[in-house]
């Protein structure tokens, strides 16, 4: 592990080497040397303690690589092409604008792999048209996912709380980690997470708005809207469209099975042009979400 480290600080390996080489280690350790040792060895007892500390080993190596690989969503540069497409598509943001929906990409990322590379949906579409861009470019995209994930993943089209529950699901895994990522609670959610705001922050045409409870005012007005309360609660929506939403919404998918306490609190709330919305961006009363994915 010494020795380890002492490679892995040294500037000219770069994050995504780093974590190749621990994902080769991790496996090194543990199943093949065990394998190595009762070959050589020829003792079942010898082979058993040898492989206890071979596998806490890989164990401890397998949280080295997670952690490498959240820092590496966290903080790789993503491709300065990516910025500008974006303002091609959507000539209303400015550059602090595309930082935020780049840092919203970043959220839905650490979405999948907190979920343990589990499917997540994507709810913004602005966000999606730049994870759609990123995609074109196969080779960068390509080399970045086996980084981040150590595996492709694949694109899904931006969408809402629906009657499948397994995309359902996908959309409470990515509001349970991207609330987490922000130390908002997921049930009881006092404002909305960056990924979720987006759309409604900067008007983007088809997009969706999110608050983050509108019960209370759809129970007077009697409008639907997508609301961050509804992904907790098996009824659906808060525009009394009880049992819409299928799929498990008692446990975010599935997420709080496997939620651990190493959440960071990250403030994306301040942007060039904010256009006087309330929280981190949704808009203040209950304005249903246009559009659809296709």
Same mark, same amino acid.
């Given at each position: =592990?010494?020795?380890?480290?002492?490679?892995?600080?040294?500037?000219?390996?770069?994050?995504?080497?780093?974590?190749?080489?621990?994902?080769?280690?991790?496996?090194?350790?543990?199943?093949?040397?065990?394998?190595?040792?009762?070959?050589?060895?020829?003792?079942?007892?010898?082979?058993?303690?040898?492989?206890?500390?071979?596998?806490?080993?890989?164990?401890?190596?397998?949280?080295?690589?997670?952690?490498?690989?959240?820092?590496?969503?966290?903080?790789?540069?993503?491709?300065?092409?990516?910025?500008?497409?974006?303002?091609?598509?959507?000539?209303?943001?400015?550059?602090?604008?595309?930082?935020?929906?780049?840092?919203?990409?970043?959220?839905?990322?650490?979405?999948?792999?907190?979920?343990?590379?589990?499917?997540?949906? =994507?709810?913004?579409?602005?966000?999606?048209?730049?994870?759609?861009?990123?995609?074109?470019?196969?080779?960068?995209?390509?080399?970045?996912?086996?980084?981040?994930?150590?595996?492709?993943?694949?694109?899904?089209?931006?969408?809402?709380?629906?009657?499948?529950?397994?995309?359902?699901?996908?959309?409470?895994?990515?509001?349970?980690?991207?609330?987490?990522?922000?130390?908002?609670?997921?049930?009881?959610?006092?404002?909305?997470?960056?990924?979720?705001?987006?759309?409604?922050?900067?008007?983007?045409?088809?997009?969706?708005?999110?608050?983050?409870?509108?019960?209370?005012?759809?129970?007077?007005?009697?409008?639907?809207?997508?609301?961050?309360?509804?992904?907790?609660?098996?009824?659906?929506?808060?525009?009394?469209?009880?049992?819409?939403?299928?799929?498990?919404?008692?446990?975010?998918?599935?997420?709080?099975?496997?939620?651990?306490?190493?959440?960071?609190?990250?403030?994306?709330?301040?942007?060039?042009?904010?256009?006087?919305?309330?929280?981190?961006?949704?808009?203040?009363?209950?304005?249903?979400?246009?559009?659809?994915?296709?």
């Amino acid at each position: =592990m010494t020795a380890l480290k002492r490679l892995f600080a040294t500037r000219s390996l770069q994050r995504s080497q780093r974590i190749q080489l621990l994902n080769i280690a991790k496996y090194l350790a543990f199943p093949v040397l065990p394998v190595v040792a009762y070959l050589q060895v020829h003792s079942i007892v010898l082979t058993i303690i040898f492989s206890v500390v071979c596998f806490a080993l890989y164990s401890a190596l397998r949280v080295w690589e997670t952690s490498l690989r959240r820092q590496f969503i966290r903080e790789s540069v993503f491709p300065r092409f990516l910025g500008a497409k974006l303002r091609t598509q959507y000539p209303q943001l400015g550059a602090r604008d595309v930082e935020l929906v780049l840092h919203g990409l970043r959220q839905f990322f650490m979405a999948h792999l907190r979920s343990k590379r589990q499917f997540v949906a =994507m709810p913004s579409q602005v966000v999606d048209a730049a994870w759609h861009e990123f995609i074109l470019h196969t080779r960068a995209y390509d080399s970045w996912c086996a980084a981040a994930f150590g595996r492709l993943m694949h694109h899904s089209p931006a969408e809402v709380l629906g009657s499948n529950p397994q995309r359902n699901n996908g959309l409470r895994r990515t509001w349970y980690w991207a609330c987490k990522e922000e130390s908002i609670d997921p049930r009881k959610p006092s404002r909305l997470p960056l990924l979720f705001a987006l759309d409604k922050k900067f008007a983007i045409d088809g997009g969706f708005s999110y608050v983050p409870d509108c019960r209370d005012i759809a129970k007077k007005s009697g409008y639907y809207a997508y609301c961050g309360t509804s992904f907790g609660d098996a009824s659906g929506g808060c525009g009394g469209d009880s049992g819409s939403s299928g799929g498990d919404a008692n446990s975010f998918g599935g997420s709080e099975s496997y939620s651990s306490s190493d959440s960071s609190s990250v403030d994306y709330s301040s942007s060039s042009s904010d256009s006087g919305s309330s929280g981190c961006g949704g808009g203040s009363g209950c304005g249903g979400g246009g559009g659809g994915g296709d």
